[in-house]
């Protein structure tokens, strides 16, 4: 048995990986796998209107909102946010909570005027911040809902006077959100939602195009809105994982479920960490993620010694991001937990071995 | 059994789709799903590597060149071509040789002064536009090797004085090419490489971001070059199933051999179509595709009937494009002679019945 902590591409659940692998061989009984059929085929045209179903189903999506499958992953949204909504000259808003923040900032950087509002760089991107006041009077704010490389996520989201977008890229359905609130949200498929390869944007209708740019069509929103994601060849199976992926997510009670879940196992593999004296959380406890549990070694001595152990019992993917240290749990909505257990039990057993 | 003439996504060999499913139950005895382990594990970084390099081998890409796998298909190389090669106010020649390259134009018209040197839209894009002359004062000539939906494939590159952008969506890997004579080559996966969900780009190292245009991350070759194509988490199923189908073609005895299998299927089918009463080609003899092989029926109150006697027949996907009518059958690189004789005999069946 393997327990996959990997921070992304990530676990899928064994029975989606299953399907996923049938789906290869033969989809819908067709005798034909679903890599050679034509994404205007009715197999895939009904396999793409459930991806956007069940989406909107379990985020409850207003109809003020599509929802989109694209690709080139949050790394080409950070682009296209901008050349959507961003004026030539304009401003707008966003909060620096680490690696992913940087790289949106950075790139919003080539559009107009970035007003970074609120960073916790000053203490390694540890914390969340709080407490800043988003000015009314710029195009859009944008914030990154977890940070899978520092561990931190935000338990409330702001109350903004503009617009908001929201990379939920190692987040997304991992717990109910509220979509209204939100012009644009994304999340690169391969965390939470599926394997690598597509990129989930739920996007307010009039957000498209409001910039007045000439945007390349690939860029513009408006384009897949028109084209129901399918303006050129969709990536038919990275869709097709995500929508089996989703289905099983409802199967198991839908979101709401799965936050009671993620909770809970959250909150088993934290209390290990605070109660267990070799090791120790690395962020602020108010902020920690539900999603990537990141953790030190007191005696950083034994680092390695830990993780050969944590390999033997079947554990992989822990090693903690360079820019951390350490080690991280990634523990997606896929994530059993047996898989939690067995890694306290592999803490504990550490632990005493090594007192 | 099934025969899959589907344009694209298009059919791949049978020992493929059994490989690509086993990489989804477990990727090279890890115990772990390729959908699921980081793009930058050993077993992904080895299959990148590898896709990389029969790449490489296969169309003997030489030093000057970089060989990518990036995501958006070929409509994001459109806007990427202009971004990364045409200066502000440059101008760039194109020739329209049908709906894909008409697409081009379209999106490189954003970007500077678009000279259409020659186009065959005066007779529906049945031929292949020739004896047109390249200016020498322009940043690059562009020009679609295979019409897909026209089926006209250019059988000699014209020489040009300034440097070759070529979209090989559609018969990339079907022959030997010089890609020392291009300054960039793309192609979508999902008609004669792979699936749906990556795009392959071979460029001329000096030529990425050559505009001097302000790129956005994503849209800079250079950004990919520099990283591999890892700059963000890559389309890892799409490039793995792409890597199966080149380890099959080179075992099929590469470029050289497959262009000759590619000849005589193609030779085979236009024999029928010319020698049998009832079905007429669409386009010039001369400039016939050897991957998209279109045809009419003579007596086209019929093709109902045909459509339903070959479908009887376990052929799918000959249906044409709503652009030129009729028949299409795409015979791409993993399409068996067995196919092309099971068509052929369909056709001659079904001619006898309604003479």
Redesign the interface.
């Known amino acids: 048995m393997?327990y996959?902590f990997?921070?992304?591409?990530?676990?899928?659940a064994p029975e989606v990986?299953?399907e996923?692998?049938?789906g290869?061989?033969d989809i819908n009984g067709?005798?034909?796998?679903l890599?050679?059929?034509?994404?205007r085929?009715k197999d895939f045209m009904s396999i793409m209107d459930e991806a956007v179903a069940l989406t909107k189903e379990l985020l409850n999506v207003p109809d003020t909102h599509e929802v989109l499958f694209l690709?080139?992953?949050?790394?080409?949204q950070?682009?296209m946010i901008p050349?959507n909504l961003l004026p030539e000259g304009g401003t707008a808003v966003y909060v620096n909570t680490g690696a992913w923040a940087k790289k949106a900032i950075?790139?919003a950087k080539?559009f107009g005027n970035i007003n970074v509002v609120a960073s916790s760089e000053d203490k390694n991107f540890n914390y969340f911040p709080k407490g800043y006041t988003i000015p009314s009077d710029a195009s859009y704010f944008h914030i990154t809902s977890n940070n899978t490389i520092f561990g931190t996520q935000v338990h409330d989201f702001p109350e903004s006077p503009i617009p908001v977008v929201c990379d939920m890229s190692s987040d997304i359905l991992s717990r109910p959100i509220d979509v209204s609130k939100f012009d644009i949200i994304y999340a690169?498929a391969?965390k939470n939602l599926?394997?690598?390869?597509t990129t989930l944007v739920i996007i307010k209708k009039d957000a498209a195009a409001r910039s007045g740019r000439?945007i390349?069509?690939?860029?513009n929103y408006q384009t897949h809105i028109d084209k129901g994601s399918m303006?050129?060849?969709?990536?038919?199976?990275?869709i097709y994982?995500s929508m089996l992926a989703m289905r099983w997510l409802k199967k198991s009670g839908g979101v709401e479920s799965i936050q009671k879940r993620n909770e809970e196992k959250a909150k088993m593999l934290y209390n290990e960490i605070d109660s267990n004296p070799l090791f120790t959380g690395t962020t602020a406890v108010e902020d920690r993620s539900l999603m990537n549990v990141t953790f030190l070694l007191t005696k950083p001595e034994l680092a390695d010694e830990f993780l050969k152990a944590a390999t033997e019992a079947?554990i992989?993917?822990i090693k903690g991001h360079r820019d951390v240290g350490g080690f991280r749990a990634s523990i997606y909505n896929a994530m059993e937990v047996e898989g939690i257990e067995k890694l306290i039990s592999v803490m504990k057993e550490f632990s005493l071995k090594t007192a």
Do not use: C, W
Not at 30 to 33: C, D, I, M, N, R
Not at 71 to 76: M, R, W
Not at 216 to 219: C, D, S, Y
């Open positions: 393997k996959n990997s921070a992304g591409p990530a676990h899928l990986i299953k996923a692998a049938n290869i061989l067709s005798g034909l796998s890599l050679e059929i034509s994404h085929s690709t080139g992953g949050a790394s080409t950070f682009a050349y950075k790139e080539r690169g391969q599926g394997p690598a390869g000439d390349p069509t690939m860029l303006f050129n060849t969709p990536p038919v199976y990275a994982v079947g992989s993917g």
